[in-house]
């Protein structure tokens, strides 16, 4: 059985209900919650040993976001993964990541250049470790949002937030290609570059390279049944074993959100 991606001690102090969000979202981009996987509430609020109103309300942030949407009689589920309509996102992601880099090449300063540069070291690392994948989803994810955060315009961010959601649903697919995170990376490093020259337009021309590339690997990499997965029926999953879900004791889950004391 594998580790689960849920953390073993939650601070009281914590928000329940972002922690749970943020365990599932988590879960998702690592396609430990494939698209298609059916969003139970009770079967959620089970697993991670925690009540039913903090699931439910990370569940519906999750939709808000576009990482999952309810499906009549049927409930929540993850998204899935349209190539026709990532197309579409990409084009706007494009130009909002470009504004992102424009902004936070005019705010960059010592400490957030220094920042940027730690994950793209730890990138270069994971890459020559040949670890899984989902490092480097997490590690690109991380790498954009950080470029949103000292860009600091929190319209933009709560517009590009969701887009850059969706669109990272996709990662898992461009991954399947050897070259596909050393090109991610090189480009990363590219923006950090020109982000570092002071010049703005700069920064939003290589930013918006950057995301016109990744669409056309998308394109080159993926088939719309790749990514869909036309499963006849929804799948049941656990956050724990990382397997399709079946009969288990509750004595398996041993990974609860909320504090033991």
Do not use: C
């Not at 959620?44 to 949407?69: C, D, F, H, K, M």
């Not at 349209?82 to 494009?94: K, N, P, S």
């Not at 996709?170 to 399947?176: I, N, T």
Request: net charge negative; charged share 25%.
């Amino acid at each position: 059985m594998s580790e689960s991606p849920l953390p073993h001690h939650i601070s009281s102090g914590e928000l329940l209900t972002d922690r749970t969000y943020e365990a599932l979202k988590t879960a998702i981009f690592r396609n430990q919650l494939p698209p298609g996987t059916a969003l139970s509430v009770p079967e959620l609020a089970r697993q991670l040993n925690v009540s039913r109103t903090p699931v439910r309300e990370a569940v519906q942030r999750l939709i808000y976001e576009g990482l999952a949407n309810h499906v009549s009689r049927r409930g929540a589920e993850v998204s899935k993964v349209d190539i026709a309509d990532l197309r579409e996102l990409y084009v706007v992601r494009e130009m909002l990541e470009g504004l992102a880099a424009r902004l936070a090449t005019t705010r960059l300063d010592a400490a957030s250049l220094t920042a940027l540069r730690d994950i793209l070291a730890e990138h270069e690392q994971v890459l020559g470790s040949g670890t899984d994948h989902a490092a480097h989803v997490e590690l690109d994810i991380r790498f954009h949002r950080t470029v949103r955060e000292i860009a600091a315009n929190p319209h933009l961010t709560a517009t590009l937030e969701p887009i850059a959601g969706r669109s990272h649903l996709a990662l898992h697919s461009l991954w399947r290609s050897v070259d596909a995170p050393r090109f991610a990376l090189d480009e990363h490093i590219q923006i950090v570059e020109a982000m570092a020259t002071g010049d703005p337009e700069y920064a939003e021309t290589v930013a918006q390279r950057h995301i016109s590339r990744l669409r056309v690997r998308l394109s080159q990499a993926t088939t719309r049944e790749d990514m869909a997965g036309d499963a006849p029926r929804r799948r049941e999953f656990s956050l724990l074993s990382g397997e399709a879900a079946g009969p288990q004791r509750r004595d398996e889950y041993r990974t609860p959100l909320e504090s033991p004391g």
